[in-house]
């Protein structure tokens, strides 16, 4: 079982590209999420979505975009990136979004570095 | 708003105890998480607290409370392994969790 995967694992972007990161996880569960990780600030809700077919916008919406066509795939598109869309990309899931004792579980996460 | 307050970085001696603090205000409140991180990797569940009190898991114990917003997280027999960050996040009203920065934990030996 892998939990979740994401790819790639590092990137380098050039300003102005149109970049979509992967998420897929195997664990069957409804809730999905990407984050951002920059230092000194803790992890910032991008989008998520509690059930396939539906998706939300979080804490720093702008400049991304996601989809949920299934269960298992949560792609974070960066339409345009910008150099400050430089972060650590973490793609988390958990069972239903709805309950507030569920455990989120991570995927290694995405390195962008936008230039 | 909501914010979530913890220390920058701690310093320990390896086989000691450290407590790690955090303060909370969320709108709403359905429990808080620590998770552990190391260094380039994903961050991983130690603990959950929802009621008032001290939960404790082996090494690692979590303490609530929800009437002054603040939770810890001590850490006894540390090894050198424990050398991570461990963010505080609280669950919010929508169950969305607001992380803390962090706080870097090193230990020396």
Redesign the interface.
């Known amino acids: 079982i892998a939990g979740i995967t994401q790819a790639p694992t590092s990137q380098i972007l050039a300003a102005g590209r149109r970049m979509t990161l992967r998420c897929t996880q195997d664990m069957r569960h409804n809730a999905m999420y990407w984050y951002r990780q920059d230092l ?6 991008i989008h ?1 979505s509690n059930t396939a077919g539906t998706t939300g916008k ?1 804490e720093v919406p702008d400049g991304y975009s996601v989809s949920r066509a299934n269960t298992d795939d949560f792609p974070l598109t960066l339409a345009s990136a910008v150099p400050s869309q430089t972060s650590v990309y ?1 793609c988390a899931s958990s069972e239903t ?13 995405t390195r962008l570095l936008v230039l | 708003g909501q914010n ?1 307050d913890q220390p ?1 970085e701690m310093t320990a001696t390896e086989g000691a105890i450290v407590q790690i603090n955090c303060t909370y205000q969320t709108s709403g409140f ?2 808080l ?1 620590w998770y552990q991180q190391h260094a380039g ?5 130690l603990s ?1 607290n ?1 009621l008032d009190g001290l939960e404790e898991k082996g090494r690692f114990s979590s303490f609530l409370s929800r009437s002054k917003g603040y939770s810890y997280l001590l850490l006894k027999e540390l090894q050198m392994k424990d050398s991570a960050s461990y ?1 505080c ?1 609280a ?1 919010d009203s929508n ?8 706080t870097k934990l090193i230990i020396k030996p």
């Open positions: 000194g600030l803790g992890l910032r809700l998520y979080g973490f979004g709805t309950s507030g004792e569920e455990t989120q579980y991570f995927g290694p996460g | 979530i920058t359905n429990g998480f990797e994903a961050p991983t569940f959950y929802v963010l996040a669950s169950y969305q969790l607001i992380w803390g920065a962090g």
